[in-house]
T-cell receptor
């Protein structure tokens, strides 16, 4: 079952903050976050694991609420380079990287 | 390190014609995925390979779609015959293994069926 993302789109000014949510109807063991710029390949941002362990590459934070079956991505003091579409993905099985992705959240950061 | 390479980048065909997409994953990546991404939506899984074996093809519409990964390296996804609804971007992704979090995606092959 596909996770549900909200909001569908966000427009920000540089320096403003944003939160993107990802919810699932099934129990979550991990949530994966990707960003895709227009016409480009999706790029891995981070993974949130059950138990709170977080692995990522960029200075963007996230949380994982197992009870609510939800993850949130926090973009603080947004930069122009943050613009793109953010996707969360959840594994088909309990673990692994075979993912079903949400519909995406379009983020536009303006000067 | 070279990334995932896909070709062609763009393909326009008439309905009922066949089409094929090629993917060369990152060297040493045993796991390979094909995803389909419709406009404005998230990627949808089609098939997963572990080396040359298709270990999960439950999402692949087998009446017209086929895939292969000879020798466990390059992969080809074929559609025959194509339908209007097949217009989408076909993404290939690879990883070191199914338990490694990070997927590396190619830029995709954009298919337009007229």
């Amino acid at each position: 079952q596909q996770p549900v993302q909200s909001p569908q789109a966000v427009i920000l000014r540089e320096g403003e903050d944003a939160v993107i949510n990802c919810s699932s109807s099934k129990a979550l063991y991990s949530v994966h976050w990707y960003r895709q710029k227009h016409g480009e390949a999706p790029v891995f941002l981070m993974i949130l694991l059950k138990g709170g362990e977080q692995k990522g590459h960029e200075k963007i934070s996230a949380s994982f609420n197992e009870k609510k079956q939800q993850s949130s991505l926090y973009l603080t003091a947004s930069q122009l380079s943050y613009s793109g579409t953010y996707f969360c993905g959840t594994p088909f099985s309990n673990a692994g990287n075979m993912l079903t992705f949400g519909g995406g959240t379009r983020l536009m950061v303006k000067p | 390190e070279a990334g995932v390479v896909q070709s062609p980048r763009y393909k326009i065909i008439e309905k009922k014609q066949p089409v094929a997409f090629w993917c060369n994953p990152i060297s040493g990546h045993n796991t390979l995925y094909w995803y389909r991404q419709n406009l404005g939506q998230g990627p949808e899984l089609l098939i997963r390979y572990e080396n040359e074996e298709a270990v999960d093809d439950s999402q692949l519409p087998k009446d017209r779609f086929s895939a292969e990964r000879l020798k466990g390296v390059d992969s080809t996804l074929k559609i025959q015959p194509a339908e209007l609804g097949d217009s989408a971007v076909y993404l290939c992704a690879s990883s070191r293994g199914q338990t490694v979090p990070e997927l590396f995606f190619g830029e995709g092959s954009r298919l337009t069926v007229l």
